[in-house]
């Protein structure tokens, strides 16, 4: 059960293909609009209610990009709590077929309040570390810090904010299922498996024993094959560099696209500039303007990825073993943003509210022409190869009995 973009959903379709492989029966739950993305996994499918594209493209989404990085996210959660609720009878629909629960970070809370309602095991998934600890502040936040202690109370924080984004949905579904109110947590204590890699962000000293960092888990991109028009584009020249905001939107796509522009040709480089949710766009002879393709196929291509660090994209660049611009938009990008230039794989992050064409030809131009940021990203993408994030949920799910 997964709700929020295309980035919250992708990677659960990689890891529903290898359950049902292993055997299981597997359903994904999440937004109607994502039921080609999938399909294509050969999962089954329930819709959750809600277009994400469509709330963020409404007056009240637009309205976040008049607000900075906090009160952007007071301003999404509480959107969030407006809507929660609507997930309730489909959350529950499916669970009632269902022997046990898988839940990302977007719908934990309601998940486990259902799971104990129905006396069904439940595991959290998430992508992004989001446990309190010492050793780094909140992701939601960015990429600052307070210190260890205040790191560690900013983490309990932001949960209290995220559990509160389920403030009502939560009570009304446990009285559904007759039982008794319970207090708010900060912090889970189930099985938590989190899909990401620990040569990215190694697993917190200070984490509780049931929290452990499995490796990612890869969208399920079967027999990809990129549009002609792609790859004849790809095969006219030396390798583009890729640029894409993912599901992130922005207040003026059009002089956001030009500067992309300039910056690419500043460079001396070819583009690959994906359309993605905020509506980048742009034509000439040394770029293209795609829809959505599999990472998978594209990013190994690339001379570079600009992009805006959610978590999977990240991933989709570490994994292609190129270089990475990071131009972070919002919440967790400015951490996987920083982790990517503390990994020496991106030279420094150009985030959105500072973007300029001259700032990202230059990181362009470093990123592509100094070998040390190919090298470290090949590296990196060789010890990536070497691990199986799906292995440990396998594990934990035949040991439930799923």
């Avoid at 009570?171 to 938590?192: F, I, Q, Y």
């Avoid at 300039?262 to 795609?290: C, N, P, S, Y």
């Avoid at 805006?308 to 989709?316: F, L, V, W, Y």
């Avoid at 990517?340 to 362009?364: E, H, I, M, N």
Wanted: proline letters at 9%.
């Amino acid at each position: 059960m997964t709700a929020g973009s295309r980035g919250d959903v992708a990677p659960y379709t990689g890891l529903g293909h290898a359950l049902s492989l292993a055997g299981h029966e597997v359903t994904l739950v999440t937004h109607g609009s994502f039921e080609r993305l999938v399909a294509a996994s050969g999962v089954r499918f329930h819709p959750l209610p809600l277009d994400p594209r469509a709330e963020l493209e409404s007056a009240r989404g637009r309205a976040l990009h008049r607000s900075g990085s906090v009160g952007k996210l007071v301003r999404v959660m509480g959107m969030a709590r407006s809507l929660a609720g609507t997930m309730t009878d489909d959350m529950l629909a499916a669970a009632r077929s269902s022997d046990v629960l898988l839940l990302a970070a977007s719908t934990a809370p309601l998940g486990h309040a259902i799971a104990e309602g129905l006396s069904l095991p439940s595991i959290e998934l998430p992508l992004q570390p989001l446990a309190p600890t010492r050793e780094f502040a909140p992701p939601m936040l960015g990429s600052g810090s307070w210190g260890g202690l205040g790191n560690r109370v900013a983490g309990h924080g932001v949960n209290l904010a995220i559990e509160r984004v389920f403030s009502a949905a939560v009570p009304d579904a446990r009285a559904r299922l007759g039982l008794p109110r319970n207090k708010t947590r900060s912090e889970p204590t189930g099985t938590v498996l989190c899909g990401f890699s620990p040569l990215v962000v190694p697993r917190p000293h200070d984490w509780g024993p049931h929290l452990s960092v499995t490796g990612y888990w890869w969208p399920y991109d079967g027999e990809s094959q990129l549009p002609p028009e792609l790859q004849d584009f790809l095969d006219a020249g030396p390798p583009p560099v890729f640029v894409g905001l993912g599901s992130a939107t922005v207040p003026d796509p059009a002089r956001l696209s030009a500067e992309v522009v300039r910056a690419v040709r500043g460079a001396g480089l070819r583009a690959v500039i994906q359309q993605g949710w905020g509506g980048l766009e742009a034509e000439g002879d040394d770029v293209l303007t795609i829809g959505e393709v599999p990472h998978s196929a594209l990013f190994p291509r690339m001379a570079a990825v600009v992009h805006h660090c959610g978590a999977g994209t990240t991933a989709a660049g570490l994994r292609a073993g190129v270089p990475a611009v990071p131009v972070p938009v919002q919440f967790d990008e400015g951490f996987w943003g920083a982790r990517l230039v503390s990994l020496g794989v991106a030279p420094r992050a150009v985030p959105l509210r500072r973007f300029t064409a001259d700032a990202l030809a230059a990181a362009l131009r470093q990123a592509t022409g100094d070998p040390s940021y190919s090298r470290r990203a090949r590296d990196l993408a060789d010890g990536l190869r070497a691990e199986d994030g799906m292995a440990p949920v396998l594990d934990a799910v035949n040991r439930l009995g799923g």
